[in-house]
């Protein structure tokens, strides 16, 4: 059955939307490499920049969650995401060391890898993440093997965050090496993803378990509950990292940038769970989007400025 027309954002349109926030939170980025700068106005710019380019971190979270449910291949879809992390943590010291050859200038490529991560980590994780517990779940002959891997992962993501927040101290010049290997949201996106996965599970066995046809007979009721769910869970990790903050932690996201997170819900209430124009150059372009526009950037920032 057909979507109501209020659910308006398909998968393609959500990507875009995505896309645009997350480039104008990496100019952001590097923009605030010169926030000590005299010039109040690249200061607002690059906080508006990077406030408003936050938006992007749970929409790709929601899109994951979906690209884990329609996938055919799981496996594929991880191969995918792994590729682009580690071309993302290969390309990183190679454009620093280019570039500083190249021009005069001194960007803080430390500074800028510690505030950027690397989200196709997160990504990366999220999906070997699910595929760990399914494996757990089904009680197949790896799930020895899962248990093992998924203790191992959540021990890295405790290793990054206590990096992040300076507890472990490394040498900057290793910094450069490592830095793009590291989780760009930490604990707060795994513990969003892993909220998020499980009450989607606990939702969708509640509906079947009451009407197994739900989601087909009304499938606008269904899906838009699901997207008021996630926007929920968007209100209450901005309520914990308020918390966290004023016990003296850091989840890993300021509070600033988990209160301007809830605007995402803006774009993922409306959205209707149809994929929208399909094809394989555009299925590929977002891939080859992410490393080619942070070159971009970078180059024009260490040449110009």
């Known amino acids: 059955m057909e979507t109501k027309k209020y659910l308006f954002i398909n998968n393609l349109t959500l990507k875009i939307i995505g896309i645009i926030l997350m480039t104008l939170a990496h100019i952001g980025l590097f923009l605030s490499l010169f926030e000590s700068s005299s010039d109040h106005q690249i200061y607002i710019i690059s906080t508006s920049f990077t406030y408003i380019g936050s938006l992007a971190f749970p929409i790709f979270v929601f899109l994951i969650l979906e690209g884990i449910n ?32 190249l021009s005069s200038s001194n960007l803080d490529i430390i500074s800028l890898i510690s505030k950027f991560g690397n ?13 760990l517990i399914k494996n757990i779940k089904d009680k197949n002959k790896y799930d020895f093997i899962s248990i093992f891997a998924l203790i191992i992962v959540f021990i890295f993501y405790l290793v990054t965050y206590l990096l992040k927040i300076g507890v472990i101290e490394i040498n900057s010049a290793l910094y450069l090496y490592i830095g793009a290997l590291m989780p760009q949201y930490s604990i707060f996106g795994l513990a969003l993803f892993l909220c998020a996965k499980l009450t989607f599970y606990l939702y969708e066995k509640k509906v079947n378990s009451i009407d197994p046809n739900f989601k087909e007979t009304n499938p606008s009721r269904f899906y838009l509950s699901k997207n008021i769910i996630y926007c929920i869970l968007l209100v209450l990790f901005s309520i914990l990292s308020y918390i966290f903050t004023y016990i003296g932690n ?20 409306f959205y209707n769970y149809k994929l929208g124009y399909k094809s394989k150059i555009i299925k590929y372009s977002f891939y080859v989007y992410y490393p080619l526009h942070i070159v971009l950037i970078y180059l024009i920032f260490s040449l110009l400025i």
């Not at 996938?71 to 620093?96: E, G, Q």
């Not at 989200?119 to 070997?128: A, G, H, K, V």
């Not at 300021?254 to 809830?262: Q, W």
Request: charged residues 10%; aromatic residues 10%; glycine residues 2%.
């Open 70 to 101: 329609k996938t055919s291949n799981i496996k594929k879809y991880l191969l995918r995401m792994v590729i682009m992390a580690l071309i993302i943590a290969i390309a990183v010291p190679i454009i620093s060391i280019v570039a500083s050859s």
């Open 250 to 269: 850091y989840l890993g996201v300021d509070n600033v940038v988990s209160t301007y997170i809830l605007l995402a819900s803006i774009f993922i209430v």
């Open 119 to 131: 989200i196709f980590i997160d990504l990366s994780l999220y999906i070997l993440i699910s595929i």
